[in-house]
């Protein structure tokens, strides 16, 4: 795959729960707009990792099975 990223992180196969919770964990330790490579083998993910951006307010970048890249929303500072 093919992109530029910040963070890259190997979630083997994780099944989607487990997926999930670890993931917002290495976004929430990431900048807005930041992307993060996620490399997920879980025969779910095609359809998890796009509906857990959308859900979520991430940005699926590109995907490629088993490859994802993910951009950090933008936060807001008030």
């Keep these: 795959m093919n992109g530029h ?6 979630a083997g196969e994780m099944g989607c729960g487990e997926l999930v919770m670890k993931l ?9 707009g930041e992307c993060l ?3 997920a ?3 779910g993910a095609p359809e998890d990792m796009p509906a857990w ?3 979520t307010g ?3 970048v590109a995907a490629e099975h088993p490859h ?3 951009r ?7």
């Design 53 to 55: 951006c959308k859900l």
């Design 5 to 10: 990223y910040d963070q890259e992180w190997d």
């Design 58 to 60: 991430h940005t699926l």
């Design 24 to 32: 917002k964990i290495k976004l929430s330790e990431m900048k807005g």
């Design 41 to 43: 083998l879980d025969e």
């Design 68 to 70: 994802y890249l993910i």
């Design 72 to 78: 950090k929303k933008e936060t807001v500072d008030v």
């Design 37 to 39: 490579k996620v490399t």
